[in-house]
C-alpha cells in the first residue's frame, strides 16, 4: 500500500513523517499521508463526506499547494 511505501522509505532514509507533506490529486494521497501522521494536501475536488477523512488543507493545484507548504514553513522560521 501507499502507506507502507511511505513508512519504509521514512525509515531507509530517516524521515519524520509527521514533519511531511503527502499532496495529490487522489483519496489514496490523504488516506496514506493521514494514516502515517504526514500533514496532506488534497489537489482538487472535495473527497466525498463518506471517506469521514479530510486532508489538512484543499489546494486548486500544485503551485496552489506549494504556497501553503512554504507560508507554514515560512511562519514556523519566524515564529509568526
Same mark, same amino acid.
Given at each position: 500500500t501507499l502507506s507502507n511505501s511511505l513508512l519504509k522509505t521514512a525509515k531507509k532514509h530517516i524521515i *519524520?513523517? *509527521?514533519d511531511s507533506w503527502v499532496i495529490g490529486e *487522489?483519496?489514496?494521497f490523504v488516506l496514506a499521508g493521514r494514516e502515517v501522521n504526514a #500533514? @496532506? $494536501? #488534497? $489537489?482538487? *475536488? +472535495?473527497l466525498p463526506k463518506t471517506l469521514k477523512v479530510e486532508p489538512?488543507?484543499? /489546494? /486548486?493545484? $500544485? +503551485?496552489? /499547494?506549494?504556497?501553503y507548504v512554504q507560508g507554514i514553513l515560512t511562519k #514556523?522560521? @519566524?515564529g509568526r
Open positions: *519524520s513523517l *509527521s *487522489s483519496d489514496k #500533514k @496532506t $494536501i #488534497k $489537489i482538487g *475536488s +472535495r489538512h488543507y484543499y /489546494a /486548486a493545484n $500544485i +503551485r496552489e /499547494a506549494t504556497g #514556523k522560521e @519566524t
